[in-house]
């Protein structure tokens, strides 16, 4: 009887493999450290424009920091009594529906052993703004609907890339926040 031996798992397509797969066996047997709270704090700079940075967040057990603090700017453009100083908040959310499905399926790919060579995604959203702007309360505030497109190429055939996209889809947090819902509570300290 021939042993079992699988190759070696090597980075593939710039992730780390061995450690993704080391990550998830590890937070298999331990789902305690799974738990993770990600932080965002913004600061109100002028008009519409403001500024959000991003350092600290809980994760395996304990407090956490990235390598250095991440700043996002948001803002709405002049047509929209903005200064145009940054994209719009809802941009930074279809961009953040974009990057965490890119990421997905990068890793995805590279934990089946699919080699990519060009990978492009749109997230298009569509928003009547009637309703933000209180002119009528039959609109919703946000998206009525968004749309993502992928273009994927790699070394696997096409009904492999396309099994890459909907795994990324069914394991992405964003789509998952976008397409259920999650309870959001808001609290306010007023300062006179």
């Not at 719009?88 to 997905?104: D, R």
């Not at 699919?114 to 298009?124: N, P």
């Not at 096409?158 to 819902?181: C, H, I, P, Y």
């Amino acid at each position: 009887m021939q042993p079992n031996t699988k190759p070696a798992r090597v980075p593939l397509n710039g992730v780390d493999t061995p450690n993704l797969i080391a990550t998830i066996n590890f937070v298999a047997g331990q789902p305690e450290l799974a738990k993770f709270q990600f932080r965002a704090h913004n600061e109100w700079i002028e008009g519409t424009h403001s500024k959000s940075v991003m350092h600290g967040f809980f994760g395996a057990g304990q407090e956490q920091k990235h390598e250095k603090p991440y700043y996002a700017d948001s803002d709405h453009p002049a047509i929209l009594c903005g200064a145009d100083n940054a994209p719009t908040p809802v941009e930074w959310l279809l961009h953040g529906l974009a990057s965490c499905l890119m990421a997905g399926l990068a890793n995805i790919a590279a934990a089946r052993g699919i080699k990519l060579s060009r990978v492009k995604c749109s997230v298009d959203g569509d928003i009547d703004l009637r309703g933000i702007l209180g002119i009528s309360d039959e609109v919703r505030n946000g998206f009525q609907n968004i749309q993502v497109s992928f273009e994927v190429e790699g070394d696997a055939p096409a009904e492999k890339l396309n099994q890459l996209v909907e795994q990324a889809r069914a394991r992405s947090a964003v789509f998952d926040l976008l397409t259920k819902g999650v309870p959001v509570t808001v609290g306010i300290k007023t300062i006179q």
